[in-house]
């Protein structure tokens, strides 16, 4: 096939599948040019799938030979070219239809089959949650005369002693029409709640008078005995109707019979989820305006301290605090008033407001749908900000939204360089504040040095000291004068401008009496540890180890989603900073992943903290391993 680019799809990977992972899979084959895992908008969890481009289509053709239904952490991946127009899958040309497939036949089996009358494009067998085969399958091929000569040639015969059916594909928009027509004509009726004492001879019996019988089955178990539930076809439409309008409710045996149109267990299940819908609508609709959300309640509050906290702002129909199966509070609940006034109010009023050690959340309850909704569209809003940001700054747009893997010389950075957020992929921009270096989130207390930022601080969180370094030789120490001529003959630079601190002391010089602070500025903190030693600049003065930010849930409830996550993993730095700190910035970002109520257990809980932490370290050392053997085997 002559492919228009030299693009691939990947699908069926493993949702834990990264970029680097293809990468080092796909480029045995040829230069990559770069590599995508599609991902939520929202979760920013893989989909299942990913596009390879390649520089060249010739590599793009060996992939898709030799890689093909290859293991990916266990999973067979499933590569096809990458169709960017449309037309071609929603025509269905050359499409066919595969059912009553042996459960052992997989992907892989299923295109060994068919391969054999043209060219397939893509070729999928269907498979539940459980990744169990459900017994049919798709084969898209290149032409039509394919399709027709695979149809002709394996329709009706075995496979694995299973006789298939082989067909052209039926778009679901036509099996529903279809299905709507044998609705209408329906024959074939189902019975249940019939007497256990009935036979098979007395069911018959009871549906001969409404017209010809073609079959009738009273189901019976093991044993022999009656289920309760049977079918009955007739030879026509009418016949079958007037049964099902003479028997429906009926009383047999002092049971009433339920007599209906006989349905597939799809289109059941599909009708109770519609109806179940609709009953959650209306119910939704019912109490749109006066039900209440709440959350971060404490632990011992019940459903009666919850209703005493609201009774104040009106008439409480409802009140219910969420628990899981053994008991215990989920840390949630719901308040149902009369009138949309008194909800309002109680929002106004409550929310924010401290019960016990925690900030109430209260809102009107939103279904979940909705909620995801709103979520999307200030993601969506709040990156086009980013964006534009990212456009004033110079950063690619796309390093912003869905980071693409795009391998440079080497292919990856040296052992030891600072890669990106999640995992540290090659070539990607280090993250970057979120505020300004001198501008305080509430709640989180900043080291003393935190608004000079040395240029030599850690890359994953800025501002942050590191270990003082040594003065490098036959450099000269800085000038007491700060007015005094650089040695080198250029202008002294102004105070307090990428230079030397116009109050830090100098080199061998005690450090100055503190001064008062000026009213309303932040009082300095004193220095702690030894004085350095004289020839040495002195370090700017950190929180000692092992001591992170204090970080309060008032605080955090207050800021934004964006500073909530800065906010958080200043003090996840910090708490990694010391046992780690030459890989904390890494760390820190691979933790931030997750969501904001996992990372505060984290920070409750040091055990569930050290066990994310050593998963992060073996994730980083597998990588450096990976790195390293690209350079071994040159």
């Known amino acids: 096939m002559s492919a228009p680019s030299a693009s691939l799809y990947v699908g069926e990977l493993d949702p834990t599948v990264s970029e680097a992972m293809l990468f080092e ?15 939520d908008a929202v979760t920013r969890r893989s989909l299942g799938y990913a596009y390879v481009n390649y520089l060249n289509t010739a590599d793009g053709e060996r992939a898709l030979e030799q890689l093909n239904y290859s293991l990916i952490k266990g999973r067979a991946c499933r590569i096809m070219w990458s169709q960017r ?28 089959t068919f391969a054999a009358f043209g060219n397939v494009l893509s070729c999928k067998v269907a498979t539940d949650e459980h990744g169990r085969s459900k017994g049919y399958g798709f ?10 000569t695979a149809i002709k040639a394996v329709n009706g015969m075995l496979l694995n002693d299973k006789k298939v059916y082989v067909g052209h594909h039926i778009s679901r928009k036509e099996r529903q029409s279809k299905i709507e027509e044998m609705k209408a004509q329906f024959t074939n009726i189902y019975v249940k709640n019939i007497d256990p004492e009935v036979t098979q001879e007395e069911f018959l019996q009871l549906f001969e008078p409404f017209g010809e019988i073609t079959s009738a089955v009273l189901q019976t178990d093991d044993e022999g005995k009656s289920r309760g539930f049977g079918f009955v076809n007739f030879h026509t439409h009418e016949e079958a109707q007037k049964a099902v309008d003479a028997l429906h409710d009926s009383d047999v045996h002092g049971r009433k019979l339920f007599v209906a149109r006989a349905q597939k267990k799809a289109e059941r299940e599909e009708e109770l989820r519609k109806s179940y819908e609709q009953a959650k609508m209306e119910k939704m609709s019912k109490y749109q305006g006066v039900n209440l959300y709440i959350k971060n309640l404490e632990d011992d509050i019940d459903d009666e301290r919850l209703r005493q906290e609201f009774e104040p702002f009106g008439t409480i129909t409802s009140a219910k605090v969420m628990r899981d199966e053994k008991g215990s509070s989920k840390g949630f609940g719901f308040v ?24 109430l959340y209260v809102s009107l309850a939103q279904r979940r749908e909705v909620r995801r909704q709103q979520l999307e569209s200030q993601i969506a809003q709040r990156n086009q900000i980013r964006m534009q940001q990212a456009a004033a700054t110079g950063i690619p747009g796309g390093y ?59 890359g994953g969180m800025p501002g942050y000291p590191r270990a003082p370094r040594p003065p490098q030789a036959g450099r000269a120490p800085p000038p007491t004068d700060p007015n005094a001529p650089a040695p080198n003959g250029t202008a002294p630079r ?16 005690a450090p100055p009496a503190p001064r008062a602070p000026a009213p309303g500025a932040r009082p300095q903190q004193p220095a702690r540890g030894p004085a350095p030693a004289a020839g040495q600049t002195p370090a700017p003065a950190a929180a000692p180890a092992g001591e992170a930010p204090t970080l309060t849930a008032a605080a955090l409830a207050n800021a934004s989603p964006m500073e909530q996550k800065q906010m958080l993993g200043e003090v996840i730095y910090m708490k ?32 569930a903290m050290n066990a994310k932490v050593n998963e992060a370290l073996a994730v980083l050392h597998e990588f450096s391993q990976n790195t390293d053997k690209p350079a071994e085997s040159k």
């Open 139 to 148: 084969v898209h091929y290149e032409t039509a005369e394919a399709a027709e």
């Open 85 to 112: 127009d449309p037309a071609l899958r929603k025509t269905g040309q050359g499409n066919i239809f595969i059912k009553n497939l042996d459960e052992q036949i997989d992907n892989k089996a299923l295109h060994d």
């Open 336 to 359: 149902c008033f009369s009138s949309p006034d008194e909800a309002t109010k109680a929002v106004a009023e409550m929310n924010n407001k401290m019960i016990g050690s925690k900030p």
């Open 576 to 607: 990694i900073a010391p046992a780690q700190p030459e890989l904390a910035g890494k760390i820190t970002g691979m933790l931030l992943e997750m969501d904001n109520t996992e990372l505060l257990h984290l920070l409750e809980a040091p055990d």
């Open 494 to 509: 102004p105070a307090g401008a990428q230079g030397t601190p116009a109050n830090r002391p100098p080199a061998g010089a």
């Open 400 to 458: 912003i939204n869905s980071p693409m893997y795009y391998p440079g010389p080497g292919a990856y950075p040296p052992p030891g360089g600072r890669g990106m957020m999640n995992y540290g992929q090659p070539n990607m921009l280090p993250p970057r504040p979120r505020y300004p270096p001198n501008g305080q989130v509430p709640g989180i207390p900043l080291p003393a040095p935190y608004g000079q930022a040395p240029p030599q601080a850690y």
């Open 25 to 39: 899979i796909f480029n045995m084959i040829g230069p990559v040019a770069s590599i995508r895992v599609c991902r």
